[in-house]
């Protein structure tokens, strides 16, 4: 796990840039020589939190927001993004109350994926306290959102469920799991 890319160090004559798209087609190279899967985190531009993109609704993470250098997203197979729609300074996201979700709301993207669907969202509670993520319910399912105050909510919500499923169709179900 490389965190973050663009603290690599760089040798003489290079830049940052370089240095980067260089780490990166080492990474990939790794990847198909041992069958090892590197995990990069790499930090967004601030391109996205720019006025014009606010007035066009596009707050939303792309590849091409990755900041100093897109060689990266060549390289990667899968590209994650977590998305703070309460950073972003929004009401609401795609249904959800983010005034009442306050700090415990993420949206996570599947930027790229060569192995399935891309452009897939998800929307996860998350517990900064215990670093906890759940996946949340469907926003018009959600009827009071005082039940996201107690960080067992999810317990809760298991026990009431009559219908047990085990954990594979539970998987099923979801877009993807963490």
Avoid at 47 to 54: E, K, L, N
């Amino acid at each position: 796990m490389i965190d973050h890319l663009a603290r690599v160090f760089c040798s003489p004559g290079n830049t940052l840039k370089q240095e980067m798209d260089l780490t990166s087609k080492y990474l990939y190279s790794l990847k198909n020589r041992c069958g090892i899967s590197p995990i990069v985190i790499q930090q967004m531009n601030r391109g996205i939190q720019s006025m014009d993109r606010r007035k066009e609704g596009m707050v939303i993470p792309l590849t091409s927001d990755l900041k100093d250098t897109n060689s990266t997203v060549e390289d990667a197979e899968i590209i994650l993004a977590i998305f703070d729609p309460d950073k972003a300074k929004l009401n609401s996201h795609r249904g959800y109350d983010i005034k009442q979700l306050d700090k415990k709301f993420r949206s996570i993207f599947v930027l790229k994926s060569r192995y399935g669907e891309s452009d897939v969202e998800d929307f996860i509670y998350y517990d900064g306290k215990c670093n906890k993520w759940v996946e949340m319910p469907a926003s018009a399912a959600i009827h009071d959102y005082g039940v996201f105050e107690n960080p067992r909510w999810y317990l809760e919500a298991k026990e009431d469920n009559t219908e047990k499923e085990d954990v594979e169709s539970n998987n099923k179900k979801s877009k993807f799991v963490l």
